[in-house]
């Protein structure tokens, strides 16, 4: 399977503890976005990397949220001190920007199946 | 960013066709729309996008309105599986960011 990959796909745990969710984006995109989705609701955007450089944060990313994506290829999402309110979807999607090299894009986001957090 | 809006739900017979409809009043000259859609327990899937011309691939039709402050989704004969969650979104040429609604939620009837 060449598609977004999120693991783990199920995450149950107590508040105050912390949690980390990874993403393996398509190997051929430097894009790579993390979304939430709590339910009834839209994806979103929580931030996103171009490559290792994280280019834009929302501010529903509060102190306790931290992305990475330190060598341009798989990101972590940790929460700290989870709370109920955290409880939700996180949703990871890769792209290439139109333009990059050897890549046809239409600017097209792939999302993966997600990452659902209950924080009891 | 320029916002959608959007019915929140719509009913549909089995092998019907499917018009789903999206303003975006505020849409800006370089925005192009997008189209999602989000099966039960899935991420969204990309459904179809474009600028100013109407559009069609394997899945649907994109019918954008001349003054590009509207635009319709087009599932030429839906059938069960087409029962999701439907986004219509505004990105810019290589943007980083785009935001969604709540998008519509598509029943398929039998």
């Known amino acids: 399977d060449t598609g977004v990959s999120q693991d783990p796909r199920h995450k149950i745990t107590k508040r105050g503890q912390n949690v980390t969710f990874r993403c393996d984006p398509i190997?051929?995109?430097?894009?790579l976005y993390w979304y939430r989705q709590t339910l009834g609701q839209g994806p979103e955007f929580l931030t996103y990397?171009?490559?290792?450089?994280?280019?834009?944060k929302s501010r529903l990313l509060s102190d306790r949220f931290s992305a990475e994506r330190p060598k341009g290829s798989f990101s972590t999402l940790e929460i700290q001190r989870t709370e109920q309110g955290d409880s939700a979807m996180y949703l990871c999607?890769?792209?290439?920007?139109?333009?990059?090299?050897?890549?046809?894009?239409?600017?097209?986001?792939?999302f993966g199946e997600g990452s659902r957090l209950t924080v009891l | 960013d320029a916002k959608t809006t959007q019915p929140n739900s719509m009913e549909s017979n089995e092998e019907e066709p499917v018009h789903l409809p999206c303003n975006h009043s505020?849409?800006?000259?370089?925005?192009?729309i997008h189209w999602y859609r989000q099966l039960p327990s899935q991420g969204p899937e990309y459904v179809i996008h474009?600028?100013?011309s109407n559009v069609n691939n394997r899945m649907a039709s994109l019918a954008i309105a001349e003054d590009r402050k509207s635009s319709t989704l087009i599932l030429h004969r839906a059938t069960l599986r087409d029962a999701a969650v439907y986004y219509c979104?505004?990105?810019?040429?290589?943007?980083?960011?785009?935001?969604f609604g709540d998008g519509t939620t598509l029943t398929v009837k039998p």
């Open positions: 999607a890769s792209n290439s920007p139109a333009g990059f090299s050897g890549i046809q894009s239409t600017g097209e986001l792939f």
């Open positions: 190997s051929e995109h430097n894009r």
């Open positions: 990397f171009q490559n290792e450089a994280q280019l834009e």
């Open positions: 505020t849409i800006s000259g370089t925005d192009y």
């Open positions: 474009g600028l100013t």
């Open positions: 979104i505004l990105r810019l040429y290589n943007a980083g960011k785009s935001t």
